[in-house]
């Protein structure tokens, strides 16, 4: 009898054992899964979904800032000493905020291709840098078309870094260094017409006084012939000299009077306004996402001091669409202003944005 009631003891205790192994299997399984979550998974890179995600932000935000292409020594700093995790966490938030290429170390290109830099065979960057390429490959030519030389070649560079063998950056380079030229033919073009305003008002300045040192020689002269005792002084054959003499007087007093008259209208430099400074308007999320074209055509005033004041749309297609992102880049702009006689004056100025992927 002892040993039955010894036997089915021991089986009981067996019997209760089982559910404690079972329990601690699924504890120990349910471990290992969530170390995988957070140390082993490749974080979600998709970039559409972060664009959708911030379409209803950028809706209902008062305006969007310009792309900034000063490059921030904190914010390269701060790139260099991130972890991967850390990089794939600063990527996605750049991703939300819609700082795809800029500005300069603190957008997700670079997030994603410092990655590769640390783990060369990371896919989650790669595959990431695939979908960014496109929308990379826009705001270049973006900048490109508004001639924002220098933030369209960083940008360039850092294409090249994520797929050098890609056939659009052989028609971003291109475009590139056809606006290049461009920009530099348009510079001297106005150093040269600087130049020659200058040397045009150093040779008025030379006339006039030229004109002026006769004129107060001639004045004695041309007094004494005029004066009714002069015949009267002179006798004989000394009074005949004296009338020729005095008769080319009165030309130089005329030349005198005429010099002002012919020289006012050339008081100094008139040109129109010269834009020196352009800001890319942000492409708008809706559009992006929809990957729609268009254009704003804009007129403003271009003060006196080179400032953009009273921007407004005239037309646009399609309407309200890329109204807002072009009004605020055009209010950004800097030029040189219109001269009207070496004088700086306020001037309208049309411009048509073309928004193109």
């Known amino acids: 009898m002892a040993a039955r009631i010894d036997f089915r003891s021991s089986h009981h205790m067996r019997g209760n054992a089982a559910p404690k192994v079972i329990a601690a299997v699924v504890v120990v399984g349910a471990l290992a899964a969530a170390g995988w979550y957070f140390f082993l998974r490749t974080p979600d890179v998709s970039i559409p979904e972060a664009v959708t995600q911030a379409v209803d932000s950028a809706q209902t935000a ?36 819609q700082r795809l290429v800029s500005p300069p170390g603190n957008n997700a290109l670079e997030f994603y291709l410092k990655i590769l830099e640390k783990e060369p065979g990371n896919s989650g960057a790669q595959d990431a840098l695939r979908e960014l390429f496109t929308f990379a490959a826009s705001a270049a030519e973006q900048d490109i078309n508004a ?13 090249t870094k994520a797929d050098p063998n890609n056939y659009t950056l052989t028609i971003l380079r291109s475009k590139l260094d056809a606006q290049r030229k461009i920009v530099e033919r348009e510079a001297a073009q106005a150093a040269a017409a600087e130049e020659a305003a200058r040397r045009r008002a150093a040779e008025s300045a030379a006339t006039a006084a030229a004109s002026a040192s006769p004129a107060t020689g001639a004045t004695p002269d041309s007094a004494t012939a005029a004066s009714p005792t002069a015949p009267a002084a002179s006798t004989g054959t000394g009074s005949r000299p004296a009338a020729p003499a005095a008769t080319p007087d009165p030309a130089p007093a005329a030349a005198s009077t005429a010099t002002p008259v012919a020289t006012a209208p050339a008081g100094g430099e008139s040109r129109e306004a010269v834009l020196v400074k352009s800001v890319p308007p942000q492409y708008p999320s809706a559009a992006l996402r929809r990957r729609q074209e268009g254009w704003v055509q804009v007129e403003f005033t271009v003060t006196s001091s080179g400032a953009v004041a009273n921007a407004r749309v005239l037309d646009a297609d399609p309407p309200r669409t890329f109204d807002r992102a072009a009004l605020d880049a055009v209010q950004r702009w ?23 992927m």
């Open 62 to 97: 008062p305006g969007l800032d310009p792309v900034v292409v000063t490059p921030d020594p904190a914010a390269l700093g701060k790139l260099n000493t991130l972890t991967v995790d850390q990089l794939f966490k600063e990527a996605r938030t750049a991703l939300n905020e």
């Open 334 to 356: 800097s030029f040189n202003p219109a001269m009207r006689n070496g004088a700086a004056v306020d001037t309208t100025v049309r411009r048509r944005i073309e928004f193109k």
């Open 147 to 159: 001639r924002n030389i220098d933030n369209a070649n960083r940008v360039v560079e850092l294409l």
